[in-house]
């Protein structure tokens, strides 16, 4: 028996869309299965121990709602084969995902200054970066123009500032930073290729600093990430690997991993959990 866990509030709301013509496919074929609204599960783990019947679990959401599954069970060993299907405003982890599916892939954490511990599987940003999720919560709006238009108003507000960065024991210093992005996955904001040379399926991190640009130029350079073509400004964008990377501003910041934002963060501390979870695609 299949279980699908699915998240009402994905997609602006319009998840039901989808879980429906799901529904409809599993009622087709005459495949056995539950349906479990995720948000009404209090403990992922536990809920999972007391369906020892269920072979495969498919989960229907977008980036926050992986997010929120691998928080709740970085450390639960599955017996189940665990799927994702895309039904989220961004789905960019889904984008790595797809054709490199075969192997496990690797969880990220975090450590703020202001004592949050998080997980991650996609990716992490501060800076314009966690500007951007802020003007995206504000709006009702969560569709793919509305991400434009405030990624350009976040560039035009922000003000770039010092940033104080540590890769695998190696100190970066840059006195106008724009945002640092931490990536495990390739893509954010909905098809960006932020990391183009980003592997799901090991340890590093894709790191990446704007810095010491003029604000006309980072609008043109913004418009090239979607090709991956960015990483060419190296004047403008440091690009490195690395396990374990520290970053610090000098003012409190918007943190976001996954899409999930974390507020008056002054330093993070990022590395591998060193475990891994296995999400195949679901076609």
């Known amino acids: 028996m299949d279980l699908i866990l699915y998240n009402p509030l994905s997609n602006n709301k319009k998840s039901n869309i989808q879980t429906n013509k799901l529904i409809r496919k599993y009622k087709k074929n005459k495949t056995p299965f539950r349906l479990k609204n995720i948000l009404k599960i209090q403990n992922i783990k536990e809920y999972l121990d007391t369906k020892k019947d269920i072979d495969k679990v498919i989960l229907l959401g977008g980036d926050g709602t992986i997010n929120r599954f691998v928080n709740e069970t970085v450390n639960y060993d599955f017996t189940q084969d665990i799927y994702l299907k895309p039904n989220g405003s961004g789905n960019d982890y889904m984008r790595s995902l797809r054709g490199s599916d075969e192997a496990p892939q690797y969880v990220m954490e975090s450590i703020l200054d202001t004592g949050i511990k998080t997980n991650f599987i996609n990716g992490a940003g501060i800076g314009v970066d966690g500007y951007v999720l802020y ?86 350079i913004f418009l090239t990430i979607y090709t991956g073509k960015h990483l060419k400004f190296k004047k403008y964008i440091f690009h490195t690997k690395g396990k374990h990377i520290k970053a610090t501003f000098t003012s409190p910041q918007i943190y976001q991993t996954d899409g999930e934002c974390y507020y008056d963060v002054t330093s993070i501390d990022v590395k591998s959990t060193g475990k891994t979870i296995h999400f195949r695609a679901f076609e």
């Open 135 to 220: 003007l995206m919560e504000k709006s009702a709006n969560k569709r793919f123009y509305r991400y434009i238009k405030s990624t350009i108003k976040a560039l035009i507000q922000y003000i770039p500032e010092p940033i104080t960065i540590n890769v695998d024991g190696k100190e970066h210093v840059f006195k106008k930073a724009y945002l640092i992005s931490i990536n495990n996955g390739k893509y954010i904001g909905s098809g960006m290729k932020m990391a183009p040379q980003a592997n799901i399926h090991d340890e590093n991190l894709d790191v990446l600093v704007v810095h010491s640009i003029r604000k006309i130029f980072l609008l043109f």
